[in-house]
């Protein structure tokens, strides 16, 4: 019992330590993230009404305070560093799943051994979540009946897109942090597990959202010491809880039985 608590209290303070350090990289991500969702439903700092995300306002005020100049240049460095540091967080925490002793210094190596993916993804990720929450909340408007009913649909099918998307990305980050395959191959396995076990993914996004909504919205002084400290880190495990049992699974065991069958 006694080691299993000394165990424990290390794996959480390498993860809050990852986490702090990860919050740091991604604040300009999270802000943007912020100023999007409040600009597009015309609340928060942007309209003068009441704030959306209260949790992040927190932090995104304190950000957007310096010179836009200077905004813009971490907002760049934060895109580009975003893929390679969630790659790192996936590695570390697919590693904690699978009971395998784990170091900090991990991270930061995955990370950059798969910076060149993780630039990629990374940058992909922010433009498509950009485009569909533009469509969904922002988006065009018309008075014509036929056009509103069709930006309707449009703006349903960018629901399921965003859903797809981010049941997706755990699975893509585990595959890219244990196997060395190109991106487009990457993404269509994940896509394929993605659509082989929705259902686990779509209720560990659900577990997410209603934490996320907690945090930030109902309870948003929470997120003074949620956000910093233990919540990326949380919210990754809990997907990789799930992408990274279905990868070792479907993937890794057959290509080392495929290895063993052609060393016998």
Known sequence: MGERLVNFARIAHRLIAINLFCFLVFLPVISWF??????????GAVSG????LPGLGYFAGLLLRLPPVIFY?????????????LLGLHAVVGAIITSRHVWASEFFSAARQNAKQGVVLGA?????VHLLLFNMFGGLSSEIAWVSVGLLIARGVSVVFLLLLLVTLPFVCQIIVTIEQPLRVVVKNALI??????????L??????????????TLPAFSLISLPFFSIALTTLAQASV???????????PLRRT??????
């Open 259 to 264: 290895q063993e069958n052609n060393s016998g």
């Open 34 to 43: 912020y100023l999007t969702i409040n600009m597009y439903i015309h609340a």
């Open 243 to 253: 992408s990274r049992s279905v990868v070792e699974q479907r993937l890794l065991a």
């Open 73 to 85: 240049a971490l907002f760049a460095c934060s895109i580009l560093l975003f893929g390679p540091f």
């Open 49 to 52: 009404m009441v704030d959306v």
């Open 124 to 128: 992909l990720y922010v433009l498509l």
């Open 193 to 202: 597990l993605a659509r082989v076990y929705l259902g686990k993914g779509l």
């Open 204 to 217: 560990v996004l659900f577990g997410i959202t209603v934490y996320w909504w907690v945090s930030t919205i």
